[in-house]
């Protein structure tokens, strides 16, 4: 069983790990850049909030809308606008004077983000299969995941040594170089036929906006408080509105039938709790290591290097086993080691000592991650046919955004109102749980697919 990629499955590769890499770099930079970015632009905690998830909402909102319109006009067209647009409201960001005009330019880069994370991986999964998909997806991982945690060293080093605004800069790069080698991919999987529900991708849009105010700005207001309680009532309304229409409409952006597929169903729950832990312990991480224990941004970053090296050892070889023994083991124990990770950061204490009370953390979660990342991702999109690839891969990160969204949204609530080392403690025990929660839904539900179904993929490859 032939994992060896041709050509053209490594240009495809290459072109769906650039294109994530410029949002996953500029998402992941963020954290240690918080601090820096308050200091400047003022506004406390609820700043840095929004900086995050202004960003997410955008992003999680129009994903499924920009899977659709993947699947119609396709990848590589959406790809190119998904580029363009990422690379003009960098510059806006860059450029900020304040804080509602750098919130203003997060938000439309996360919508220019929400078309590039589902066309890029659709890219992979529609072009190549069997064995060589599992190994094309478990490279993905490591680069994609790799720049991700990278990120904070790079950001680190900007903010400590020129500017936070040269932290979202460096994504022109990687852009330029994508959008020429998209020039030598043709878009050969559009359906024209296909008709877009745009109301309900406002519908989605605006349900969840009204939510993330609702949650962010609920510490200001209090729970019971007129603002909070119309925000995410009319958050949840609409958001009702838009699941009601997805029953209705010939085309949804969120097809449900999608879910009668147990392993996307799943796999989907189980990306729900990983993902919320992820960010989660990326945000407190980068700015309780700068505010309490005194780091500067660069040693911040380099915190989580720990966790790179074990992605970038380990994430495509396991990968590559995931593809031959099945998913379920990999995302069952995956978690659990990360959920002891986590627990392990319980070891911080006021006399702060990186070597001892991070460093261990890091390297046991960098491994758990290692273990999960590539066979959840290859389970939930390997178990939906290449036509409708786009979607599944919209709706997997949709899921992965909007628990993200979520659960930096309900920060306040989970530090008990301030980032000290009681709340740290508290987001450590949320985060372990969020994780444990992960592999215990991945164990009861991901089923290993019949290896007779394997090798016939395989050998088309």
Request: glycine residues 10%.
């Amino acid at each position: 069983m032939s994992t060896a990629l041709s050509g053209q499955q490594r240009l495809v590769t290459t072109i769906a790990i650039l294109a994530s890499f410029v949002t996953m770099l500029d998402s992941s930079i963020v954290n240690v850049a918080l601090p820096a970015i308050e200091r400047e632009l003022h506004g406390g905690l609820i700043t840095q909030q929004w900086v995050v998830d202004g960003y997410l909402v955008s992003l999680s909102a129009l994903m499924l809308l920009a899977g659709s319109i993947a699947d119609a006009y396709g990848r590589v067209l959406v790809m190119r606008v998904g580029l363009v647009g990422f690379g003009i409201a960098s510059l806006v960001i860059a450029a900020s004077i304040d804080p509602t005009m750098l919130v203003i330019g997060r938000v439309v880069q996360g919508a220019a983000g929400a078309f590039l994370l589902p066309s890029s991986l659709a890219l992979i999964t529609s072009r190549i299969s069997g064995a060589a998909q599992g190994h094309a997806i478990g490279v993905w991982t490591a680069v994609t995941t790799g720049a991700m945690l990278v990120g904070p060293v790079l950001g680190g080093l900007l903010t400590d040594h020129a500017s936070w605004r040269l932290a979202f800069l460096i994504n022109v790069v990687p852009i330029a170089v994508t959008l020429w080698l998209l020039t030598r991919l043709t878009d050969a999987d559009t359906n024209s036929r296909l008709r877009i529900d745009w109301f309900g991708g406002i519908a989605c849009a605006v349900g969840l906006g009204l939510l993330t105010v609702g949650l962010i700005e609920q510490p200001r207001f209090g729970w019971t408080s007129p603002f909070t309680i119309a925000f995410l009532a009319g958050g949840a309304v609409v958001l009702a509105v838009f699941l009601w229409r997805q029953t209705r409409v010939p085309n949804p952006i969120l097809p449900f039938s999608l879910f009668r597929v147990g392993n996307f169903a799943w796999g989907n729950l189980a990306t729900l709790f990983i993902y919320a832990a992820l960010p989660l312990n990326g945000f407190v991480m980068g700015i309780y290591l700068q505010e309490e224990a005194g780091m500067s941004a660069t040693l911040a970053g380099l915190a989580s290097l720990p966790v790179t090296i074990m992605m970038i050892l380990l994430s495509s070889r396991m990968g590559a086993l995931s593809g031959k023994l099945g998913p379920r083991l990999f995302m069952s124990v995956g978690p659990l080691i990360m959920a002891a990770g986590a627990l392990l950061l319980l070891l911080v204490a006021r006399d702060f000592d990186y070597w001892w009370q991070v460093l261990p953390a890091m390297i046991v979660m960098g491994f758990g991650l290692a273990v999960t990342v590539s066979p959840l991702t290859s389970a939930i999109l390997g178990s939906i046919g290449p036509e409708q690839s786009g979607i599944a891969s919209a709706v997997n990160n949709a899921v992965s955004r909007f628990a993200g969204l979520i659960v930096i949204a309900m920060l306040s609530t989970i530090v008990g109102g301030s980032l000290n080392l009681a709340g740290f403690h508290s987001a450590a025990i949320v985060t372990a749980a969020l994780f444990a929660a992960g592999g215990i839904v991945s164990w009861l539900g991901i089923r290993n697919p019949p290896r007779e179904e394997q090798a016939p993929a395989a050998a088309d490859a």
